[in-house]
């Protein structure tokens, strides 16, 4: 079954960085949007960052500038790298993509999600 297995979270100082990484693997066909979503106990969860298939990205406007998003199509997997980190980006965050299996139509798959926590 196609699956997305995060790994890279962890606990970091403000001002430090962090690097996710999100692979998928399966029977995959091919994989459209990616991104990233972040979640705090209590509120909703919030998009990061997207990537499309041919590159182009966009992000929330509290991680512009710092955060990067980028992906390797040869490897399915979507990376996250999260620089100049503030105690408010503290989060579990969860990877997502759209992707097509090859015995399966299109739909969206999540990450098991992983704690980044910045300390002060």
């Known amino acids: 079954q196609v699956q997305l297995v995060e790994s890279g979270g962890g606990l970091v100082q403000a001002g430090g960085s962090l690097r996710l990484s999100c692979a998928a693997s399966?029977?995959?066909?091919?994989?459209?949007?990616m991104a990233w979503y972040r979640q705090t106990p209590g509120k909703p969860r919030e998009l990061v960052a997207v990537i499309t298939s041919s590159g182009s990205t966009n992000y929330a406007d509290s991680v512009k500038g710092r955060f990067t998003i980028s992906r390797d199509n040869a490897k399915n997997t979507v990376h996250l790298q999260m620089n100049s980190l503030k105690p408010e980006d503290t989060a579990v965050y969860y990877c997502?993509?759209?992707?097509?299996?090859?015995?399966?139509?299109?739909?969206?798959?999540w990450g098991q999600g992983s704690q980044v926590t910045v300390s002060s």
């Open positions: 997502n993509a759209d992707i097509r299996g090859k015995f399966s139509s299109l739909r969206t798959y």
């Open positions: 399966g029977s995959i066909f091919s994989i459209n949007v």
